[in-house]
């Protein structure tokens, strides 16, 4: 089966053999070495200017962020969250469920932030950090992280991004972030279950001396076992396994490389959407390397077109909240060739009848 949902994706042959590379217990030192293996992996491949700490969560993308978004404010602190999706909208209902001040600056999903409002709300004199979705995988939508990061540190705030679907797949400037969160399964092409929370060394030390808001999801005590080389509970350790040996394969094919790779990928279906007659949501200026969302053909469900694409081996997206019956979303991460797009594409224009 073709992955083109964002994550969980196709994985190389040598990312599934790493699951079996036998039983080990977390508490022996090959897992502090495994460990430690892809701490510093993560650090070369997405912080080569160095200043930053990895930290490993087991938990899908939404664990890491949650313990990042619950560990980041003192005890007087509040948090702008800047909301253009379903995952800025997530951010949010973190921040209300631990009962943390927060103001929400909220736009149309189609379009990328009013930076005069995220101006104005970070002057609130309790704002200590503001949060911003990467890539928003709602849409594929490109926040302008740097401007927002700009604006924030100008202020002396920290800046949080959830760059879950956006490491490895888009280009991420870290110069203005200080908490980067990403996870192994979407465009680092390992498994799902696996996060992780990229912090700046000087943030790291103030987080370290606010209240813990959770016991499982506190980024200081994740880190202080961390930096002893060990963890402060079981973690998945198959999929650490995996996570080190895509890594490794990154590294290899080299960030830049994998995001050219994914922006071909991206021009070639899109040239053939286009051929297909196909509506775009987003204007190209705004649209990510790695997810392409469509408007539905007028007369079509999204259950047809993708039961239709299944039975030729293809598993497309549907859209999310407000969206979720006017699109329809084709991810191009993971593992895949020129000629699956290919291929796929003819699946579409079978399916379509055009
Ligand atoms: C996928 C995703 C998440 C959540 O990740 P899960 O692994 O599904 O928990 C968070 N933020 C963004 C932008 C995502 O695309």
Not at 87 to 97: D, F, L, Q, T
Request: neutral net charge; glycine residues 10%; proline residues 5%.
């Amino acid at each position: 089966m073709i992955l083109l949902n964002p994550g969980p994706v196709n994985v190389s042959p040598r990312v599934t053999a790493a699951l079996a590379r036998g039983d080990l217990c977390h508490r022996e030192p090959e897992y502090g070495a495994l460990q430690a293996s892809i701490r510093s992996q993560l650090l070369r491949a997405f912080t080569p200017g160095g200043g930053f700490t990895a930290i490993l969560v087991t938990g899908s993308g939404t664990a890491a962020l949650e313990a990042a978004v619950t560990s980041v404010l003192s005890a007087r602190g509040r948090l702008v969250v800047v909301s253009n999706g379903v995952y800025g909208e997530r951010i949010a209902a973190m921040v209300e469920a631990a009962r943390l001040p927060h103001t929400v600056v909220a736009g149309p999903w189609t379009e990328p932030p009013d930076l005069a409002a995220v101006e104005r709300a970070l002057g609130a004199p309790d704002v200590e950090a503001v949060a911003v979705v990467h890539h928003e995988t709602t849409t594929g939508l490109l926040n302008p992280v740097a401007e927002i990061g700009r604006l924030a540190r100008a202020r002396g705030k920290l800046v949080l991004v959830d760059s879950v679907s956006g490491l490895a797949g888009d280009a991420l400037g870290v110069d203005t972030a200080d908490l980067i969160v990403g996870t192994g399964g979407k465009c680092i092409q390992a498994f799902p279950g696996l996060g992780f929370v990229l912090v700046r060394e000087e943030a790291m030390a103030r987080l370290a001396t606010y209240p813990r808001r959770s016991l499982y999801l506190s980024l200081p005590v994740h880190h202080e076992a961390q930096e002893r080389g060990t963890v402060p509970f079981t973690p998945a350790v198959q999929l650490a396994y995996a996570l080190d040996e895509a890594l490794a394969e990154l590294l290899e094919e080299g960030v830049a490389a994998r995001i050219a790779r994914y922006a071909a990928a991206a021009r070639l279906l899109r040239d053939g959407f286009t051929k297909l007659g196909l509506g775009f949501v987003l204007p190209p200026a705004l649209r990510s390397n790695s997810i392409t969302s469509l408007w539905l053909p007028s007369g079509r469900t999204y259950a047809a077109l993708h039961d239709g694409l299944r039975m030729h081996g293809f598993v497309i997206y549907e859209g999310q909240g407000r969206l979720a019956r006017e699109i329809f979303r084709v991810a191009n991460m993971g593992q895949l060739a020129r000629a699956d797009f290919a291929r796929f594409l003819a699946a579409l224009a079978e399916v379509l009848g055009t």
